[in-house]
């Protein structure tokens, strides 16, 4: 994984494995959280990942474009 400061931005360079694997772990965080001390474990609220993952591309697990 590559990161890239660009100021009020960063990029994010992935290998298609590693992206499936960030989307499932926030994935099972959702599902077995505590919503009473999610934001403490995780940094973030219930709210915010699951806005964050809508945001995330739909990609098949292959690489094909």
Do not use: K
């Not at 926030?26 to 919503?35: F, I, K, V």
């Amino acid at each position: 994984m590559e990161v890239e400061d660009c100021g009020a931005e960063i990029m994010v360079t992935m290998a298609r494995e590693e992206f499936f694997l960030v989307v499932s772990l926030m994935s099972e965080a959702l599902e077995t959280g505590d919503e009473r001390d999610f934001e403490t474990r995780v940094g973030a609220s219930m709210d915010d990942v699951r806005a964050l993952l809508q945001t995330l591309p739909d990609l098949p697990f292959s690489g094909g474009h």
